[in-house]
């Protein structure tokens, strides 16, 4: 069997046949003159569909991808009918769609395409050797045997590129034009403005950085006091009732798991119920006498971030203790007995032996936890809906308890900032990636998976 590290394009350029050459403009040339008519076919039918696309269709959307339109919908006043008539104009959103789907038809014909040489090079090496040239029936067989993992990966893969790569790629263009609230398609068009916008979310001196910048602090502020406060109080939770001394600990696991139970959106709805300013918590404490006047649970900033960061704790504290209950009972006793033979009181024993072999486990849970709680929508959304609103937060567009996700879902649902939209996304993702690369890259787990003791 021949070296498919071998098998290059620049190989196949300096060391091809003619037939072999002839395969960089006729796809499938070399196959069938080597007799792999079928496979010839194949790859020859794929490059004739390629043109004629580009033809009929890519040239035209390479051509609209570049301008975006230029022809707006023009209002004229017909003196026949005496009506306003509508003459259609280029929308812009369908220029960009189109032109980056005649992209990614060009990326994947040159995959395409160098599959086709090398197979034509390929076929020239094996019969210079004399080895066995595969027929069409015996590649197929292949698929099914050697090769079943790119068969099996073949369908995935393509429904991942056209519905996950190619959205995406679509939403982040739009963070290089002006497709705001003033540029809507098809009325209106929206142009290339390339890195102007991410400019106006760094600047604090414009009113979208300004908003910007607080979002975030709040953001990872959110972030952390929501991972550390449920990881703290979900482990002590959990060694508390996993203590000797404890009685009942299936009765108490059960009531906490309770919350587990009702849907997150329910019991954060009720919530948000129960502390408006006339909700139940409100009159029973001037019921009780405790206060004159209704707390400003949503009303005031302080107060709005502390409950949301409260009620957060009672949702999440339970799964913490579920996926810490597991890992505590897997600590060896024997190490805790020798601890109190040397003397170590219950808050050493914590530091130096619970802490550590906690953080050595659970650090990947609690990188992904954090990452969860900076996308964490619905807790917000659902409670506060980013309120109390702030005018300068870029026009009232942000709360002062918005998340960047939250801000994001505003900015392109209730006012069609798409543009603005598309860069906080981009942001999001690259703390995101980089925070998780890089924390989970400094962690015992992934440095030293072997060593713990």
Known sequence: MDDQNEITIRRAIGRGDAMTKLSMLVSGAGNIAKGQVVKGILFFA???????????????????????????????????????????????????????????????????????????????????????????????????????????????????????ILPLVFMISMAFTN???????????????????????????????????????????????????????????????????????????????????????????????MLQPDGPVNMLLKNWGLTSASLPFWTNTAWARVSIIVINLWIGIPFTMLQTTGVLQNIPAELYESARIDGANAVKIFFRITLPYMLFVTAPYLITQFIGNINNFNIIYLLTEGAPAAMSY?????????????????????????????VIGIVVFILSAVFALTAYRRTGAYNNEEGFQ
């Open 179 to 273: 497709y705001d609230r003033n540029h809507q398609p098809p009325g209106q068009l929206f142009q290339w403005v390339g890195l102007r916008n991410f400019f106006q979310l760094f600047s604090s001196e414009s009113g979208l950085g300004t908003a910007f910048w607080h979002v975030l602090g709040w953001t990872l502020t959110w972030a952390v006091f929501a991972t550390f406060l449920n990881y703290l109080f979900g482990m002590i939770l959990a060694m508390v009732i996993n203590r000797k001394e404890t009685r009942g600990k299936a009765f108490w696991r059960f009531i906490f798991i309770l919350s587990i139970a009702v849907p997150q959106f329910v019991a954060l709805l009720v919530m948000r119920t």
């Open 46 to 164: 794929l490059e004739v569909l390629f043109v004629l696309y580009m033809a009929l269709y890519g040239i035209r959307a390479l051509a609209g991808l570049a301008t975006l339109g230029t022809r707006t919908q023009q209002e004229i006043f017909n003196e026949t009918t005496q009506i306003y008539e509508y003459t259609a104009g280029d929308n812009s959103m369908l220029f960009l769609l189109y032109g980056i789907i005649a992209v990614f038809a060009i990326v994947a014909f040159v995959f395409v395409w160098r599959a086709a040489v090398k197979s034509a090079y390929l076929a020239q090496v094996r019969l210079e050797k004399r080895q066995h040239l595969n027929t069409f029936r015996e590649d197929v067989a292949e698929l099914f045997d050697g090769k079943i993992h790119q068969m099996l990966l073949f369908i995935p893969g393509l429904c991942v590129i056209a519905f996950t």
């Open 394 to 422: 870029h026009n009232g567009t942000a709360g002062r308890t918005d998340l960047l996700v939250t801000w994001l879902y505003k900015l392109t649902i209730d006012y069609k900032d798409f543009n603005y939209g598309a």
